[in-house]
Antibody
């Protein structure tokens, strides 16, 4: 079964750090671009970051640039998001989402999400 | 603010046709994709490209695009189609992905 499974979400204090992980299975992870997308409680989807299959291309939303770092380990079929200097507005469910092979826009596989709560 | 604009809410009578729209400059360069999200669940891709449905998505879902507007049409809406629908695209200058604010579809 093709799937992505996120982990690492937790309650963290303002200014703290957290590392999320996304484990891939059922497909050739090393050939796919992967994204992080988040959703604050009761709000819409917000794209956070993208990493290409070889890690050669990385993008960040302006809201997280300089605080978050995306990375991947193709040998372990895993994606990561290191989040530093966390703020209350980073509170959200974080999803990893795979790029569709036939589209430069679409996300064809989503994980179930992991909840990050930032509180003082 | 979102670079893609969607109506916050739309309603449709059971079995009727509904169109959900998405507007933004990025849609002049890229086709939108559409994802469906039901409460407490992860999004699911329902439409991408010019008019492509992923495997398992009913053919009552169709997509179209004109100028800076993309549309997702559900012909013969079913109760199970009640959900939030998000369009997304890509900013051609930054290559960042962008989402619309989402449309809550109610099936009456």
């Amino acid at each position: 079964e093709v799937q992505l499974v996120e982990s690492g979400g937790d309650l963290v204090q303002t200014g703290g750090s957290l590392r999320l992980a996304c484990a891939a299975s059922g497909f050739t992870f090393s050939t796919c671009g992967i994204n992080w997308v988040r959703q604050a409680p009761g709000k819409g989807l917000e794209w956070v970051s993208y990493i290409s299959s070889s890690s050669s291309t990385i993008y960040y939303a302006d809201s997280v640039k300089g605080r978050f770092t995306i990375s991947r380990d193709n040998a372990k079929n895993s994606l990561y998001l290191q989040m530093n200097s966390l703020r209350a507005e980073d509170t959200a469910v974080y999803y990893c989402a795979r790029d569709h092979a036939d589209s430069v826009v679409a996300f064809d596989i989503w994980g179930h999400g992991t909840m990050v709560t930032v509180s003082s | 603010s979102s670079e893609l604009t969607q109506d916050p809410a739309v309603s449709v009578a059971l079995g009727q046709t509904v169109r959900i729209t998405c507007q933004g400059d990025s849609l002049r360069s890229y086709y939108a994709s559409w994802s469906q999200q039901k409460p407490g669940q992860a999004p699911v891709l329902v439409m991408y490209g010019e008019n492509n449905r992923p495997s398992g998505i009913p053919d009552r879902f169709s997509g179209s695009s004109s100028g800076n507007t993309a549309s997702l049409t559900i012909t013969g809406a079913q109760a199970e189609d009640e959900a939030d629908y998000y369009c997304n695209s890509r900013n051609s200058s930054t290559n960042h992905r962008v989402f619309g604010g989402g449309t809550k579809l109610t099936v009456l």
